[in-house]
Nanobody, 123 residues
């Protein structure tokens, strides 16, 4: 079993910054692609940013609405994913979820989700 635990959410004023973290633990052989998704009230879950497992940093992909404001990164030694969010806007308010594609110690490939962390941006 693999657990993903997000942290770092909270209330921030528009224009402010937050840094989200997602720590993975459990029966992990290797963590492959990882990503951040978000779901605002009444809306579907959507991709925010993704990062591959290549090398020490991985290649990244961002939704258009966060390009230039958010930065995704990972620390493979710590099995941890980050999302640095700058210039936050009220429309960024949502529950942010961490996703990880994991090869387990029994060599199954599974997708795991965290329980989410709430980000609220006030105007």
């Amino acid at each position: 079993q693999v657990q993903l635990v997000e942290s770092g959410g909270g209330l921030v004023q528009a224009g402010g910054s937050l840094r989200l973290s997602c720590a993975a633990s459990g029966s992990i052989f290797k963590i492959n692609d990882m990503g951040w998704y978000r779901q605002a009230p009444g809306k579907e879950r959507e991709l925010v940013a993704a990062i591959t497992s290549s090398g020490s940093s991985g290649s990244t992909n961002y939704a258009d609405y966060v390009k230039g404001r958010f930065t995704i990164s990972r620390d493979n030694a710590k099995n941890t994913l980050y999302l640095q969010m700058n210039s936050l806007k009220p429309e960024d308010t949502a529950v942010y979820y961490c996703k990880a594609d994991v090869t387990t110690t029994t060599f199954y490939s599974m997708r795991y989700w965290g329980k989410g962390t709430l980000v609220t941006v006030s105007s």
